[in-house]
């Protein structure tokens, strides 16, 4: 069993940056996959990035070229540099564990709202 708890949600305008973190439980937390996804009111969840255990990653379109997923095995963290933030980016935020091809483990999610 893994457990994630986020942090760093906020309430900024846009054009700013927030910084996600997500902290980890277990010992194989180097081994993992790791993603943030995020769900806006009314809409399904979606990827916004992911990297792997070798710090390979891959990003939405939407988050290309503003996003940042990074991670620090040493604190069981993994993070998410938000910049250039727009109104269309509000959602809540969840990090998750990716052990198969889906997640397998969520964090509670932490809310991120952009105003304009």
């Known amino acids: 069993q893994v457990q994630l708890v986020e942090s760093g949600g906020g309430l900024v305008q846009a054009g700013e940056s927030l910084r996600l973190s997500c902290a980890a439980s277990?010992?194989?937390?180097?081994?993992?996959?790791l993603g943030w996804y995020r769900q806006a009111p009314g809409k399904q969840r979606e990827v916004v990035a992911t990297i792997s255990n070798t710090g390979r990653t891959n990003y939405a379109d939407s988050a290309k070229g503003r996003f940042t997923i990074s991670r620090d095995n040493a604190k069981n963290t993994v993070y998410l540099q938000m910049n250039s933030l727009k109104p269309e980016d509000t959602a809540v935020y969840y990090c998750?564990?990716?052990?198969?091809?889906?997640?397998?483990?969520w964090g509670q999610g932490t809310q991120v709202t952009v105003s304009s």
């Open positions: 277990g010992r194989s937390f180097s081994t993992y996959k």
């Open positions: 998750a564990v990716i052990l198969t091809m889906s997640p397998n483990y």
